[in-house]
């Protein structure tokens, strides 16, 4: 599926996953590595890696072995800056041995082995895998155990059999509301195979754009998507660059709904009058292709054919969400139809339209992936069903005996916290007291990256490094799931991630500066202070808090654009306030952390200001600047009040949670992080000065 | 010419200039421009620039201006996030009229007309210029004029007349010591559009590397450059992507000395006996060119013409500088010769070598440009001398009737503030006195980028922002010369680059984070406070302090390799010390700020140690760490002592001055760049108090 936010979503309530202090320091991994392996033995010593470092590759022999082989020594070098050898050899001395056993599948398929063992030893390693996949796995292993020590660069000594909890591990990125360009696209596989992640679903088609080059019906692409498309090269391209990191390519086109897209060009499919545009606003729209027209049939067997010869992979996306039937109800020749052929309702006419189209995706030699709805009586068993709609839904298709996948709870586009995607797991809830039979059904899980609000700016921002909790969630035994030790590896990972070309760090500084403009130091800096302790409003609540209606012309240069989807800033001075208030608020070093931040926060407005008179976007946020202001005095007398040991008047207290109310509220889209926490420090001083300890 | 290490350089002092307070607000620029126009008449009211900006290009018409047109409105996007329709029309009411009156030359040359005017009212803009070359220009300065504002994004109602002061204004780079890719080339090329230099001297081969595919000599790069050269498709390309940006391409094969990795192919060039291996060390060697052998000519004569057909600019520059002798001196047959023709000494077999060499490129259809040495007796006046020795020999050489142009003091590898280079004038100094007819002769300048430290990752960041500080020299009128005014706009010119794709910037966090490793958010921050703080030593000292020789191979991952070359958090500090001396040290507010950044140093030590004790990148600036400790600490009881209004005694003023001794030492190849302020303020407390009004 893709939003759902006029129907659903709005009752949802953020849930922030509390970390104990006691978790923080019993669960900090040794190694960080993300996400952590199946099994993971220390031993002793570490292995050096300097320029002498050499990889050779045995056993099984590939041009795609190779090539991985080199990327790992750029890699390797992109993170040490040390100067390898840049090809591997077949020298039986190198310092990774890598034997790979046989081949894989020539169309890489679902359950294929993935597993591998990497022993690492102070004078060597060797990494053993059956397939190719298992050997690019590991390589990615070593890269993360390669770190700076106090003698130079090494790799602990270590031995890991890793292999993945679930066969599916996706990530889908909607190329369609906003056009995604190649280079972007790229970057992200290689962020994907550095976290594990092995199917690459591309949403396609929407009502905003048909983004695929059809030789066949060119008017799609040509008039669909204002000329930015991919050429079917250019896809060839993408599948080769994901086979290459043991990533499949899944297309989705959404049908028979979030088409308006194709019907700028071929009206005739449609079940409207027309004559249609390329929609540019949000939201779930009445176009929908005519289910009673053989022509739509005819068109979609001629561009599945096409496209199934352009995408190798054994699957084949189709969507099938979010039809609202207006169209079909409007339109006499499709009412008529229904009522000639005993089709009772819209449900029955789309289950009717998802048969057939099934069809003609199994004449083409692929099986159908769709969302939730296409699960209708009747429809066969070997599709998978992708269940935006939650576990609940997801375990009854896996009773029935479909195999599914999970996205409910991974979809980044809402803002989510990554404890709280990675909190999620798709053999949880309703699903845990499947049969073992059933739960082998539920092949993992897939995250998703609508793309209202994301350009190629910061889309990266929007994925990383959230979406490598989840694919930690995906892979690692399903008992690996404290936040705190995950949160510790996430901040690691999350610069590795930039050595590969992402830019969801570096993005930042450069919105930050077009938003400040011309700006003395103190300026910039008091703007970066605020930004970081923001978020943007989550969930489906964007457009409705939005100053005008937001189209896909609208520009993204807003601070809410700009700042990262979770504060770091935010959660670790919540951390903060944990640790200081388990001390029954006693400990005087973190307390003068504390109030060097407050302080901080409370003079950062008289910065922010001046600049707020001459930059419109700056302005845009300035009542949430004076909102920090206010949130750090508030902090520093309820420090105060502790120091005196006595509880704090109840008129002191009402008036300090005013003051924290306001900074609730949501204001220019964004959320003040650490509210909640100063809440806690106001609640502490009401209460007499001893703090209560920090719930488990 | 190249480097001095040994020869020269070691005498070089320093100049720190002082930057009076009144200064910094008096000259203040209302308008961010950098280089500043030759003439800029402020309108009022401004220009707003939205969704609905347009361009139209009128007069003469040529694929270029529509590029030129189609790049600005890209990076116009890039700087407002704002969707603009990506083509230019012809419309003749475009909110940015462009007319542009006749072509320009087909192969750019020296001295076109890039004159421009620019007037910007709150109605629209037009923009005319006598050539694409202006027009190009032009562009450049009205993004620059374009900022947010308390409306949205505007531009200034202005008009500005504009031309450059020289010629001439170039950067080299040295794609030879240290292999810079392509795309390292095009990003600078497009920094250099963006401050309006119009020369790029590209550097080529050196003792360790050529780097251009020769088909003739096939043996000069694949043996000579490790893999690491050009081909001349790519050439082609940069030239195409140079002269759309306004820019010449000057070639340098640098003969007949530096030229060891020549003769790895090619021994039969060289006086020694070989054979020869590319050289990986850094300095000056013996290897040269036999000047006595007629199959040096033969070969250079085919080869220079294989090149002279590849690059179609005029100039042809031919390097000549720094030649040992010493080959020479040790081969028989080459002393033998002498003697047979009467050339009396290496100075006299140099110019028969040039002598012979200019010839060549003369025969192929271009002007010789070469480092001082080649202008010897005898030498035809059509040839340009680029000066590493100085003003005096350029002016030297401007009497006697050549062309020349001026490289000393803009050597960007040798870490000087932006505000040195700026102060260096190509026409002042020796050449000041020259008749008006001798000063035209002084072509311009150009900055040199040589690469013995730089790679990659680092390289934009040796060159930006500094180089447009020097940009501004050769463009702006020579009254322009206010320091602080110009670091004003550099800062903001610097984040404007960004958006151009260099990463100036962000390169810098992601070398800390290979520095540092696995690190709490504390650690990180007191590793990046400190090397916000620290710059490499300066000029040729970073060969003698180097822990162990270096080379070609050394990686450059150290501290020393991340931090910027000019400290701006260390320039801050001083204006602030500057401004509260100013003050009579009676400024609370000021005092306060300092007092703030002084614990924070004192502090940040605690914070870097246990890091220090797990990498050792880190453990390598544990000491200068302390340092800056140290010196908070120092400059914290001389705020103390100065509050007392007393004189501090004798025995505390050279207790702290002990400190700050330690504190200016290099250390780790750094130099701790507040110092010498800490020092100021101790000496201030020592007099009483009542400090010192800064020096104007």
Known sequence: MARKPRLQGLGILI?????????????QPALNLIPIPASVQAGSGSLRVDSSFTVALAGHSEPRLDRAAERFLRQLALQTALPFSPKPGKNSKATLMIQTEHAGKEIQEIGEDESYVLEVSATGATLTAPTPLGTMHGLQTFLQLVNVSPDGFAAPAVT?????????????????????????????????????????????????????????????????????????????GVIAYARDRGIRVVPEFDMPGHSTAWFVGHPELASGKGPYQIERRWGIFDAAMDPTNEKVYKLLDDLIGEMAKIFPDHFFHIGGDEVNGKEWDANPK???????????????????????????????GKIVVGWDEVLVPGVPKDIVIQSWRGQAALAQ???????????????????????????????????????????????????????????????????WPRNAAIAERFWSPQEVRDPAAMYARLDFISARLEWLGLTHKTYYRKMLRRIAGPS??????????????????????????????PTSATPMNRVVD???????????????????????????????????????????????????????????????????????????????????????????????????????????????????????????????????????
């Not at 806690?680 to 920090?694: I, K, R, T």
């Open 15 to 27: 849930l922030f996953v509390s970390l104990s202090p006691a978790m923080i320091v019993a669960q």
């Open 160 to 236: 890991i059999q890793d292999k993945p909890r679930f066969p599916w591990r996706g990530l889908m990125i909607d190329s369609a509301r906003h056009f995604i360009p190649l280079e972007v696209i790229k970057r992200n596989l290689d962020g994907m195979e550095a976290v594990k992640m092995n199917v690459f679903h591309w949403h396609l088609s929407e009502n905003q754009g048909f983004r695929v080059e059809s030789r066949k019906f060119p008017k799609l692409h040509e008039l669909g998507s204002d000329g930015l498309y991919y050429t079917q090269d250019e896809i060839r």
């Open 334 to 364: 499709i009412q008529a139809y229904m009522k000639a052929h005993e089709i009772k309702n819209n449900d029955a006419l789309q289950a009717y339209f998802s048969g057939r189209i099934q069809k003609l995706v199994v004449k083409h």
């Open 397 to 463: 298709a896996a009773k029935q005996g479909f195999r599914g996948i999970l996205s409910n709870g991974y979809y980044l586009d809402l803002g989510w916290p990554a404890a709280r995607h990675y909190a999620i797991d798709p053999v949880s809830g309703a699903a845990a007291s499947l049969a073992p039979e059933e739960k082998l059904r539920i092949l993992g899980g897939e995250s998703c990256m609508w793309a209202e609000y994301v350009n190629p700016e910061n889309v990266d921002s929007r994925i």
């Open 520 to 549: 003395s130091p103190g300026e910039f800096a008091a703007l970066h202070t605020l930004s970081d302790l923001v978020e943007p409003v989550k969930d489906y609540t964007r457009e409705q808090t939005a100053p005008a209606e």
């Open 562 to 696: 700009a700042v990262p989807l979770e504060s770091d800033a935010g959660r670790h001075f919540g951390e903060l306030v944990d640790l200081y208030m388990a001390s029954s608020c006693r400990d005087v070093a973190l307390g003068g952390r504390l109030r060097a931040q407050l302080v901080h926060w409370r003079d950062n407005d008289a910065q922010l200001q001046p600049l707020a008179q001459r930059s419109l976007l700056v302005k845009e946020v300035a009542a949430r600047s004076q909102d920090l202001s206010a949130l750090g005095a508030a902090g520093l007398a309820a420090l105060d009040a502790i120091a005196k040991g006595q509880p704090a008047p109840d008129s002191w207290k009402s008036q300090q949670l005013a003051v924290i109310e306001q900074a609730k509220k949501p204001k220019a889209q964004l959320l003040l992080i650490p509210a909640p926490s100063v809440e806690n420090l106001v609640e502490a001083a009401a209460a007499g000065g001893a703090c209560f300890a920090a719930k488990p």
